[in-house]
């Protein structure tokens, strides 16, 4: 094991860390576990678990506005332009969008079957840090009424959901009826989402036009509002238009594309927020230099012809070069010209002719290519900061002899619900805590059936029978039986308080949570543990 280099002279380490198999990575661009005991002096450790720490939280900031402010708005555009119902499209485009940090993290954490704990971990970890401390938190900042049947719905599937994955571990292994029947079960959600709404919709209809004038009417228990939540709102446009219009020319429209600082904001703005802000604007230059954005609401859906042509040279080059972690980017066709020469001369030329075929003016009919565009490159950066976030908690895990399982229901599942912590309370705080609170249950289901199910149908498409599930001892059961746990509680009694959620109920929940913490460390460090026989 890669975890009893702790265990040898400072010496050694450097030498056991590169011969061992078990201590190189499957993906990503740097070796943590060689920087830590090849690169820092023995009496530097400290340092370097300083410097990991705020690479893993830079990466959880690069995450979060991928996700957000490019992934998302990319998703929301192509549904869009698909025309799908707000219903499918929350339950789908935008679910996943809202959970791409914790799908991608799974499906890395999957390529490995040693750090399969930390995608059981995270998901687990999520699920129930979201269904007690957001649900909770909610019911805390302000009480109210829940929809009662959104709410008995997506719960009953979670649970089954749950259960599933629960025999998955029992059985230690999901083959390929087992992976597309998560991804199946999850097409059945979807399903009865929409004939829910058709259903409710109808009834509705039927109801005003029976009802005389002056009837109340239904009291509203759709989940519209919780689909309108898995929307990341965030505005493109600027906040103020010229009184006097004047035509830029082709430089300035690319400069003012390029500039992720909007000054206007900045002056009205806390000293956190220029801090958090100044940290942002590589990663912000960065992805918009690289991933297209298209913008329906608009009048000219965000058609910026300088930058986006200059997208269709750097987004493919950004796609080989972190595909696989720039396996295939580098490759050699007849082992004299590389993939990503290639690809930059094809997609030079096609930038060209899209320059002198197009107007600064007007966007082209095959605008909409670009969202496309956009949604690979952003899940391709997304997957490559992941990929960096699983390998620093593998090495981590390492240097303080941890299992993945725990990283995986603390730093990973904490770092990728965070995003979701704060928008969910926002919502809470102006008035919307129905919208927030059915957020918390359904948009987890897309996390764990997709993130399990696809993780291990990439594994099963490269060759393998099975997929070999290695749960870490005790904690997995503890961490499984806990998510179960906190879901029959909610089932049970919020139908008893007839969905009246109050702050007895979100104090309740909050110490569910931090009981289960204290119950999963002693699990950890082995003062609870199964007594052999």
């Known amino acids: 094991m890669c975890r009893d280099v702790c265990g040898l002279n400072a010496s050694d380490r450097c030498d056991f860390i590169r011969t061992n198999p078990d201590c190189h990575s499957q993906g990503g661009y740097l070796d943590y576990l060689e920087g830590i005991f090849c690169h820092f002096p023995p009496n530097l450790l400290l340092l370097a678990i300083t410097f990991y720490a705020f690479w893993l939280l830079y990466l959880f900031m690069i995450l979060g506005v991928t996700a957000g402010k490019f992934f998302c708005p990319n998703l929301s555009a192509i549904?869009?332009?698909?025309?799908?119902?707000?219903?499918?499209?929350?339950?789908?485009?935008?679910?996943?969008?809202?959970?791409?940090?914790?799908?991608?993290?799974?499906?890395?954490?999957?390529?490995?079957?040693?750090?399969?704990?930390?995608?059981?971990?995270?998901?687990?970890?999520?699920?129930?840090?979201?269904?007690?401390?957001?649900?909770?938190?909610?019911?805390?900042?302000?009480?109210?009424?829940?929809?009662?049947?959104?709410?008995?719905?997506?719960?009953?599937?979670?649970?089954?959901?749950?259960?599933?994955?629960?025999?998955a571990l029992y059985l230690g292994r999901v083959t390929l009826p087992w992976a597309l029947g998560y991804l199946g079960f999850y097409v059945f959600y979807v399903v009865t989402v929409v004939l829910c709404t058709w259903i409710y919709q109808w009834q509705r209809r039927r109801t005003l036009v029976y009802s005389m004038p002056g009837t109340p009417e239904m009291p509203s228990d759709s989940e519209d509002e919780r689909v309108s939540?898995?929307?990341?709102?965030?505005?493109?446009?600027?906040?103020?238009?010229?009184?006097?219009?004047?035509?830029?020319?082709?430089?300035?429209?690319?400069?003012?594309?390029?500039?992720?600082?909007?000054?206007?904001?900045?002056?009205?703005?806390?000293?956190?927020?220029?801090?958090?802000?100044?940290?942002?604007?590589?990663?912000e230059f960065l992805l918009l230099l690289s991933v297209p954005l298209v913008d329906p609401d608009q009048e000219d859906r965000n058609w910026k012809r300088p930058l986006n042509c200059l997208h269709l040279v750097i987004s493919p080059l950004v796609l080989v070069?972190?595909?696989?972690?720039?396996?295939?980017?580098?490759?050699?066709?007849?082992?004299?010209?590389p993939v990503w020469g290639v690809v930059v001369i094809v997609s030079t030329a096609l930038a060209a002719v899209t320059f002198f075929a197009t107007s600064n003016s007007e966007p082209p009919r095959f605008h909409w290519v670009f969202a496309f565009l956009g949604f690979l490159t952003s899940a391709l950066w997304i997957n490559a900061a992941a990929t960096e976030v699983v390998n620093i908690l593998r090495s981590l895990g390492v240097v303080f002899r941890l299992s993945n399982t725990v990283l995986g229901l603390t730093l990973l599942a904490w770092g990728n619900s965070i995003g979701d912590v704060f928008s969910d309370f926002t919502l809470a705080r102006q008035g919307y805590p129905r919208m927030a609170f059915s957020a918390c249950f359904g948009g987890i289901i897309f996390n764990i059936l997709v993130g399990v199910g696809l993780g291990?149908?990439?594994?099963?498409?490269?060759?393998?029978?099975?997929?070999?599930?290695e749960p870490d001892g005790l904690l997995v059961w503890v961490l499984a039986g806990a998510l179960g746990l906190s879901l029959v509680f909610s089932l049970v009694s919020v139908p008893l308080q007839c969905f009246q959620l109050n702050k007895v109920y979100g104090f309740c929940l909050l110490l569910f949570y931090l009981h289960f913490l204290v119950v999963a460390l002693l699990t950890e460090f082995g003062v609870i543990h199964l007594k052999s026989v």
Not at 457 to 465: D, V, Y
Request: aromatic share 14%.
């Open 321 to 337: 070069l972190t595909l696989q972690s720039g396996a295939y980017g580098v490759y050699e066709i007849g082992g004299l010209f």
């Open 456 to 469: 291990c149908l990439l594994q099963l498409s490269r060759g393998h029978a099975e997929v070999k599930l």
């Open 79 to 167: 549904s869009t332009m698909l025309k799908l119902s707000h219903n499918v499209a929350g339950v789908t485009f935008l679910a996943f969008g809202n959970g791409a940090p914790d799908i991608f993290s799974a499906l890395v954490a999957f390529s490995d079957p040693h750090t399969a704990g930390l995608a059981f971990g995270a998901l687990f970890g999520a699920g129930v840090l979201v269904t007690t401390v957001v649900a909770g938190g909610i019911a805390i900042l302000r009480p109210f009424t829940a929809a009662s049947r959104p709410f008995l719905r997506d719960i009953i599937f979670y649970m089954v959901a749950v259960f599933l994955i629960f025999t």
């Open 229 to 283: 939540s898995t929307t990341n709102s965030y505005d493109y446009r600027e906040e103020g238009q010229p009184l006097l219009f004047y035509q830029e020319t082709t430089a300035q429209i690319l400069v003012r594309a390029l500039n992720p600082m909007d000054y206007r904001k900045w002056r009205y703005k806390p000293a956190y927020w220029k801090v958090l802000k100044v940290f942002k604007l590589p990663v």
